[in-house]
């Protein structure tokens, strides 16, 4: 049956949204187009996301919503996908029998059954050791800039995070198909890749490792720029650091999450690097790659996270100057290890914490921001927004806004002349 009709709502991580241009690519193979309301779809499909209370919270109130749209139009098929799916299974349909289908992240591709009519059982959270093995229809939503994901699962079971248990252990997919898979993004216009994988240095294709796999796409034509996410700051070795200073489209960026500046608590965290070590590879980063900037994260209000332990995460904001932190207070998962310990911080105490570390780091980024100004830098334009600025890029991943006529998809040498909190200003450099 063609001319149907998709409404999909995607919540967490690029890995999820890239998900979703997979289910996508293979529900416009199969005459689907996408809508922007629940009531005027055929298929509603939440792609969701676990990592903290909030984002499953998210989730319901917005399944909450699609009941009543389900009691009037008994054909429209409702289904929930990604990490709460997994994690929840039986427990959701308990909770919401109006559910269609329940499809973890390793079972996405079975939409096409679903559609096809042609699905019995519910629910699909079974792990799927093939996944990285199937080739995706992909229906992009930027015509500049393209996720990759390379990586599948995480073995590294950090105490607080529940992505082990949502997206199940490490598979890599072959180096073949993930550079055939960029060729043609370079060949149709592509600008932009970002590899995608919960901890990219873990992966592994027979000889070839992270830095080799970076060194055969910095090759590939018409692909300017490559990024990646997210490092695990472990497994960040210095051939990585080598790689990343010697193919030129890599891009002089990394994300490298912290999560905390006490050594008791990392180690609560079953994170495996002390603060000491972290900062030796922050050193090393910027002895080999000067410009690089360096992002992280931080949890604030994890179990027996005292004063003390805190000042130690605001030490090291000061001492590292990052130029940018995404930054959560702790939150519960269920069948991680973190939920189990004791020493309970209160929520007033995380909002707290939580508002300390954010101001200090605004402070922080805008000065760093303000050091910019006169510098010139290339930016990749990406888009237009509504007050007709083009918002690009620089390799460092700071956000340009540019009042020139320009052309989306081109890269800029631009003249910072202001440095805001959150973005720069700039205008086309003649030079
Ligand atoms: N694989 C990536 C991304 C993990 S999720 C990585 O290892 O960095 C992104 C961020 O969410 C984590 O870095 C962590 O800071 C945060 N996070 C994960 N679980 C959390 C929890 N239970 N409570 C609060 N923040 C959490
Ligand atoms: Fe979660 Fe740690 Fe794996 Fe990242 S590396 S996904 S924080 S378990
Ligand atoms: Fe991503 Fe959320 Fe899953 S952050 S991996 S969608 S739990």
Redesign the pocket.
Known sequence: MKGRAVYIKTFG?QMNEHDSERILGILSSNGFTEVEEPKKADLIIFNTCA??EKAEHKFLSNLGRVKNLKKRKSNIKIVVAGCSAQLQGEKLLNKAPYIDYVLGPDNIHLIEKIVEQDLSNKIHIEENPLIAKIKFPILRKDPIKAWINIIYG?N?F?S????PYTRGRERSRSSKDIIEEIKLLGENGYKEVTLL???VNSYKDDDIDFPRLLEAIDKINGIERIRF????PKDLSINLIKAMRDCSKVCEHI?L?L?AGSNKILKLMNRKYSYEEYREKIELLREYIPKISITS???VGFPQETDEDFQKTMQALEEIQFDGI????????PL?A?SRLSGTVSESVKSDRLSEVLRFQDSITESKNKKLEGQVEEVLVEEKDEEDFYIGRTRTNKIVKIKDRLNIGEIVKTQIIKGNRHTLEGKIFAS
């Open positions: 991580c990592i903290r995480c590294n950090c607080y995070c529940v992505v994988g919960q901890n996410v997210t490092s695990h994300h999450p999560q994260d931080i949890i995404f930054a959560f207070k702790f939150s519960p998962r991680t973190a």
